[in-house]
T-cell receptor
Framework: EPEVTQTPSHQVTQMGQEVILRCVPI?????FYWYRQILGQKVEFLVS????????KSEIFDDQFSVERPDGSNFTLKIRSTKLEDSAMYFC????????????FGSGTQLSVL | GIQVEQSPPDLILQEGANSTLRCNFS?????LQWFHQNPWGQLINLFY???GTKQNGRLSATTVATERYSLLYISSSQTTDSGVYFC????????????FGSGTRLLVRP
């Protein structure tokens, strides 16, 4: 069964450093998302992306965050200057069409900011 | 924004028991999905169920959209059912994001 792939599975970084989290969505999917989950808390929406532009973003997704689809397969989340509170599990997700259908999540990248 | 409440927050079962998890939401929704987060953190999509009833093996779900709730039934539970079950909804004002509840943490004991 096709799946969403995320790399790396774990990322440790120093506060203030830039990180890039990578995702390969399911190949025929057109809508891409990033969510995050702080340890022990609920999953939170960050951003959705379609047709090479952001469709919607949350209050969490401030100027320190950006997303990009640099080629036909990858979808990335960049955090320019990490903060301690950015420590979380970051999930990439994709869907074939707009949200009104099943959303498929990757296995996540655990980001630890020291 | 739309609020999603799940109950119970925690549930402990003996293997073989049945359970019902509830999700209440505060406004009309376009979309409702149930997810299982396994002990390794992976989010598995169980159901896309904005209304009606669906079944998949030992799991079934029912959403009554007019009354703003959804139920997830787990029958003959197994230890592999352990983890956190999340309900997530998409409000009428958005086509691109799911709002998650706080989850029900399930532990199935052998």
């Amino acid at each position: 069964e096709p799946e969403v792939t995320q790399t790396p599975s774990h990322q440790v970084t120093q506060m203030g450093q830039e990180v890039i989290l990578r995702c390969v969505p399911i190949s025929n999917h057109l809508y891409f998302y990033w969510y995050r989950q702080i340890l022990g808390q609920k999953v939170e929406f960050l951003v959705s992306f379609y047709n090479n532009e952001i469709s919607e973003k949350s209050e969490i997704f401030d100027d320190q965050f950006s997303v990009e689809r640099p080629d036909g397969s990858n979808f990335t989340l960049k955090i320019r200057s990490t903060k301690l509170e950015d420590s979380a599990m970051y999930f990439c997700a994709s869907s074939e069409r707009a949200m009104r259908e099943k959303l498929f999540f990757g296995s996540g990248t655990q980001l630890s900011v020291l | 924004g739309i609020q999603v409440e799940q109950s119970p927050p925690d549930l402990i079962l003996q293997e073989g028991a049945n359970s019902t998890l509830r999700c209440n939401f505060s406004d009309s929704v376009n979309n409702l999905q149930w997810f299982h987060q396994n002990p390794w953190g992976q989010l598995i999509n169980l159901f896309y169920i904005p209304s009606g009833t669906k079944q998949n093996g030992r799991l079934s779900a029912t959403t009554v959209a007019t009354e703003r709730y959804s139920l997830l039934y787990i029958s003959s539970s197994q230890t592999t059912d352990s983890g956190v079950y999340f309900c997530a909804v998409e409000g009428m004002d958005s086509s691109y994001k799911l709002i998650f509840g706080s989850g029900t943490r399930l532990l199935v004991r052998p």
